[in-house]
């Protein structure tokens, strides 16, 4: 298969198919977390698969072999890293918007790389509700800020202190407006406070959110299935490609 993932599926909880035997779903499901942890490409729907552990149908586990079949066509595939002139620090914020069709919860993902290959990557359902997309994306940047505050304190334990401010790009500018003024709009008075750090490291001068085309999101890859154009280019753009092709690295 050319993506891990059909864009036009839709998982749910109750889909209406035959019921699968839950120990062997678990077994499989947890081979594909296991791999995520080199695979980036394969982090969404694997993370996604994970939500059904209690009921697991049909559609489920074929969505699971799915993506064993990429698998299988991508084996020598993997992140590519290489020398870079200086250890700065980048990262992509990106979200859905009520992407689960159970409880119509977001998902929120980022990545970060140092020039070359991402080397950290996460795609995790929120826990509230966003009410907008903006709420959404601005949640995200919160989970991908909390990230980039600890990897910036790794950095400075290994004497790679980053004396500049992080940036992480955002596809949304309502969030970065919001992030800058919480009072920004009245809509945003049911905020959860703690979000609200976000200024704070801002102006300390850690972490900078900047725009970001939608196109250019890498953090895309981690929130939603994507047609086989984009996610061939964004798993490009990560780092991902095949050790016996020196032209698509």
């Known amino acids: 298969m050319s993506t891990p993932m059909n864009q036009k599926e839709k998982l749910c909880k109750e889909d209406g198919a035959d019921k699968v035997d839950e120990g062997y779903y678990r077994s499989l499901i947890g081979c594909l977390?296991?791999?995520t942890a080199t695979g980036p490409d394969i982090l969404f729907v694997a993370s996604l698969l994970s939500r059904f552990m209690h009921c697991a149908s049909e559609m489920h586990l074929r969505a699971a072999k799915r993506i064993l079949r990429y698998i299988k066509g991508t084996i020598d595939y993997g992140v590519k890293f290489e020398k870079c002139p200086s250890f700065k620090l980048l990262g992509f914020s990106d979200s859905d918007w009520a992407g689960s069709a159970d409880d119509m919860r977001s998902t929120s993902g980022h990545c970060f790389s140092l020039g070359s290959g991402i080397f950290s990557w996460s795609s995790k359902k929120q826990e509230i509700v966003a009410q907008s997309t903006a709420e959404a994306e601005f949640i995200a940047a919160t989970g991908a800020?909390?990230?980039v505050l600890w990897l910036r304190k790794i950095m400075y334990d290994l004497h790679l202190e980053q004396k500049e401010s992080t940036i992480i790009l955002v596809d949304n500018q309502a969030a970065?407006?919001?992030?800058?003024?919480?009072?920004f709009h009245k809509k945003t008075k049911?905020?959860?406070?703690k979000f609200y750090f976000l200024k704070e490291v801002q102006q300390r001068g850690e972490v900078t959110l900047v725009y970001c085309k939608s196109e250019n999101q890498l953090a895309d890859l981690f929130t939603k299935p994507l047609p086989i154009s984009k996610f061939e280019l964004l798993r490009q753009k990560i780092g991902v490609c095949s050790i016996q092709s020196k032209e698509e690295c």
């Open 33 to 35: 977390m296991y791999l």
């Open 145 to 147: 800020v909390n990230q």
């Open 176 to 183: 970065i407006a919001i992030s800058n003024n919480p009072v």
């Open 190 to 193: 049911h905020f959860n406070i």
